[in-house]
């Protein structure tokens, strides 16, 4: 079928940059309720009115958070390469065989689908812990504000949610 490739790589393409959209969307969210002592209104508004400045910011946020996941996927994977003693456990398969995911069938396409949904919640994690890292460090925001505390709370929200979605993996994973 002609339209799977194409369809694949718009699934791929949306799990990289939504991430990027939902950080820029909370940060600039978050500009606008509280406007920044450091970053000029007129500039951010620049921003905004850019559709190619604007993507490229979207970009680079989602690929910064790609990088990140990518780390903790690369650690996952070492840390399952010393630990696994069977070569099919579903820890091994979810960090460091996501390639053999690509066989064709629908099964196959399912529990890839599955692994991606784990994959993209831990970029919208280190999203957050971006945006967090950016309020304190950037913005100078005292851990006491709202925005600092909200982002943290928000963060082991999606933790949470990163590890169901890893238990949702490792079910899909039993199932091939």
């Not at 949306?14 to 406007?35: D, H, N, Q, S």
């Not at 840390?79 to 069977?86: G, I």
Request: glycine residues 4%; hydrophobic residues 55%; aromatic residues 10%.
């Amino acid at each position: 079928m002609v339209l799977a490739p194409l369809a694949n790589n718009i699934w791929v393409t949306l799990t990289l940059l939504l991430p990027g959209f939902f950080t820029f969307g909370i940060w600039r969210l978050l500009l606008v309720l509280e406007p920044s002592s450091r970053l000029d209104t007129v500039a951010l508004s620049q921003i905004d009115s850019s559709a190619i400045v604007c993507t490229s910011v979207i970009i680079a946020i989602a690929l910064f958070q790609q990088i990140a996941g990518l780390l903790i996927e690369s650690i996952g994977c070492l840390v399952t390469e010393h630990t696994s003693k069977h070569k099919r456990t579903r820890r091994r398969l979810l960090f460091c065989g996501r390639a053999s995911l690509r066989d064709s069938g629908a099964k196959h396409d399912a529990v890839a689908r599955v692994v991606a949904k784990f994959y993209q919640t831990l970029n919208i994690s280190m999203g957050l812990l971006l945006l967090l890292a950016y309020f304190i460090y950037y913005d100078r925001l005292e851990f006491s504000h709202w925005i600092p505390i909200s982002m943290v709370v928000a963060f082991v929200l999606s933790v949470v949610a990163v590890f169901y979605r890893m238990k949702c993996a490792y079910g899909a994973l039993n199932s091939l």
